[in-house]
């Protein structure tokens, strides 16, 4: 099993340009999320699902998009990308929909924004 | 509204000195979950521990133990005989599972560890 994998790994972008950072996990998983890592902010939720069709924002969602049309994939879209977004980004999934057991987590993805 | 406090930002000891990471949480609700992640120089994160807000027994893994207090809504880590494997940023996280769709796992800002030689 691939577990969570995140593409792509790292990406430079220029302010106002728009891309999408892929989440996919083969476990089956009914809750997935995202977060950001910046240094000294430790970990961020920026939304989550707890199964396909359902999204939910959590704590740092302005920016972004998401949607979950499939129990598999997870994607974070950014529209139009700032400065402020330059961040590393972490997808994780759980077997658990009452987000009661561990996160399983890709290997993150390391976003620059000029 | 959920919430975790890691107070310490920074801490250095040496080997074999024994250290204990700070986790203080607020939440509402009499049904959570808190759990610490360890997230080596690499950079890929560990889950290390998952504790339900019914369960106050303190748990040992090896060096690692936690002090689980819901007097004091604490969840303390204790590293015992420190190595410098154990150099690494540590989150404590809480997720509240009271129902609903409110079912998110939110981070403390993280401790990181200097183990010294």
């Known amino acids: 099993n691939a577990g969570v994998t995140q593409t792509p790994k790292f990406q430079v972008l220029k302010t106002g340009q728009s891309m999408t950072l892929q989440c996919a996990q083969d476990?089956?998983?009914?809750?997935m999320s995202w977060y950001r890592q910046d240094p000294g902010m430790g970990l961020r939720l920026i939304h989550y699902?707890?199964?396909?069709?359902?999204?939910d924002q959590g704590e740092v969602p302005n920016g972004y998009n998401v949607s979950r049309s499939t129990t598999e994939d997870f994607p974070l879209r950014l529209l139009s990308a700032a400065p402020s977004q330059t961040s590393v980004y972490f997808c994780?999934?759980?077997?658990?929909?009452?987000?009661?057991?561990?996160?399983?987590f890709g290997e993150g993805s390391r976003l620059t924004v000029l | 509204a959920q919430k975790v406090t890691q107070a310490q930002t920074e801490i250095s000891v040496v080997e074999k000195e024994d250290v204990t990471l700070d986790c203080v949480y607020e939440t509402r609700d009499t049904t959570y979950y808190l759990f610490w992640y360890k997230q080596p120089p690499s950079g890929e994160l560990v889950f290390l521990i998952r504790r339900n807000s019914f369960d106050e027994q303190n748990e040992i893994s090896g060096r690692y133990s936690w002090n689980f207090q819901k007097s004091t809504s604490s969840f303390n880590f204790t590293i015992t005989a420190s190595q410098v494997v154990d150099s690494a940023v540590y989150f404590c996280?809480?997720?509240?599972?009271?129902?609903?769709?409110?079912?998110?796992?939110?981070f403390g800002k993280g401790t990181r560890l200097h183990i010294l030689p």
């Open positions: 476990m089956n998983h009914e809750y």
């Open positions: 996280a809480l997720s509240e599972a009271g129902g609903g769709r409110d079912d998110k796992i939110i």
């Open positions: 994780a999934s759980s077997y658990s929909t009452r987000n009661t057991g561990e996160l399983f």
């Open positions: 699902s707890v199964g396909a069709g359902i999204t």
